[in-house]
């Protein structure tokens, strides 16, 4: 049976900086608070009118193509992990096909959701299809425009100025070498939490979840159910909303039992670990795994303090830069670990 082996990786940010100086602007918070909770300092937004979800993806794309040396016509699938997709339907994925110039109409294109976790449960898709035999290459990509979907006033701090865009790939290839590859993948879910990070409008729910409607802008409408209603918009109901300490407390338990898990499966220890990229959702969050495993600075990989928390890009931008930062060698025992909306979590454990 071949094993799953990442052959490139690529990543991509926009140029525009906004540093949490630019944000005191906009709403009532401070370079002091948002350094000391979060260990941000800045974070890249899309450029208007020239940048998307899709974009992005794409250059990430074509850095991790060019990096295993695979040609766009080569892949057999496409996946692409977004929580903020150019269009609600179609996704990302076939936009991405168009735009790397992928003619081939063999090729799959699926897009999948699962916010922070996106890369590992795409991680988890893709590995299965190649140790099947089924397919050799698959370009896995997450990319995220949050700026676009965020609330700039007061009432939205606790959220808005976590977020950045950018996006992340990786090119996963069918590999015979012994002991190289994909070793574990573990992933999980628990939805009674859904609604604790989570943006609800627009939607197609109707306010089915809610023993009030109203709460969540549902507004009676003569034809089917209210996609986006006035109520929505006047009140700031269509921007995402967390419940960060309940979010973190979950966070830093599942972080350490996930990466747990796949360490048992592959019958290795913590010690064995050569490189730690957790999910980039807060650099507080990180170090207390970090801590909790017992593991040193030289063994992990943190960059949210220059992009911000890019949800599903998070991993793949933080992994290609590693990569090319000379951090990560062939044999190198490395752990993705994600958490996040759903509640989602996962995490993977590859040789490089
Ligand atoms: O990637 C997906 C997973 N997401 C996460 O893992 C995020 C997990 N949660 C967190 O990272 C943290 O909960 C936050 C960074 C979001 C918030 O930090 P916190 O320490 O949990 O703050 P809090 O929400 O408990 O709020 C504490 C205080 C409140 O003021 P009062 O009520 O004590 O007066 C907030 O209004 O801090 C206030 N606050 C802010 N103040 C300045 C909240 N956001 C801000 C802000 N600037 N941006």
Redesign the pocket.
């Known amino acids: 049976m071949p094993a799953t082996c990442i052959k490139g990786t690529g990543y991509y940010v926009p140029e525009n900086i906004v540093t949490n100086a630019d944000l005191t602007r906009h709403m009532?918070?401070?370079d002091e608070?948002?350094r000391e909770?979060?260990g941000i300092e800045e974070r890249r937004y899309c450029t208007k009118h020239k940048e998307s979800t899709s974009i992005m993806g794409t250059k990430a794309a074509e850095m991790a193509l060019s990096n295993a040396g695979i040609r766009g016509d080569e892949l057999d699938l496409i996946i692409f992990a977004t929580l903020s997709p150019d269009y609600y339907f179609p996704g990302c994925g076939v936009l991405l096909q168009r735009q790397l110039g992928i003619t081939n109409t063999g090729i799959g294109a699926i897009d999948i959701r699962n916010?922070?976790s996106g890369f590992v449960y795409g991680l988890s898709i893709a590995d299965a299809y190649i140790r099947s035999g089924m397919y050799k290459n698959i370009l896995l990509v997450g990319a995220e425009t949050h700026s676009m979907g965020l609330d700039f006033s007061t009432e939205g701090?606790?959220v808005t100025?976590?977020f950045g865009d950018g996006a992340g790939a990786v090119v996963l290839s069918a590999t015979d070498e012994e002991n190289r590859g994909i070793l574990a993948t573990r992933i999980h879910a628990d939805g009674s939490h859904a609604e604790e990070?989570a943006m609800i409008n627009p939607g197609s729910h109707g306010g089915v979840h809610s023993e009030d409607p109203a709460a969540y802008g549902y507004e009676s409408s003569e034809y089917g159910k209210t996609f986006i209603s006035p109520k929505m918009l006047a009140e700031g109901m269509i921007y995402p909303n967390?419940n960060?300490?309940f979010?973190?407390k979950n966070?830093v338990a599942r972080f350490p039992e996930v990466i747990g898990e796949v360490l048992v499966a592959s019958g290795l220890k913590k010690e064995d670990i050569d490189l730690l990229v957790c999910?980039q959702?807060?650099l507080?969050?990180s170090q207390f795994v970090q801590k909790r495993m017992g593991l040193r600075d030289d063994q992990v990989w943190n960059n949210i303090q220059k992009y911000g928390?890019t949800?599903a890009a998070s991993i793949p931008i933080a992994l290609a830069e590693a990569v090319a930062g000379g951090k990560v060698n062939k044999g190198d025992l490395v752990c993705l670990a994600a958490?996040?909306?759903g509640f989602t979590w996962g995490a993977s454990l590859l040789r490089w």
Request: hydrophobic residues 40%; contains cysteine; aromatic residues 10%.
């Open positions: 009532d918070t401070s608070w948002i909770r979060t916010q922070c701090r606790n100025v976590i990070l967390m960060g300490q979010v973190f966070a999910h959702a807060n507080r969050i928390n949800t958490f996040g909306s």
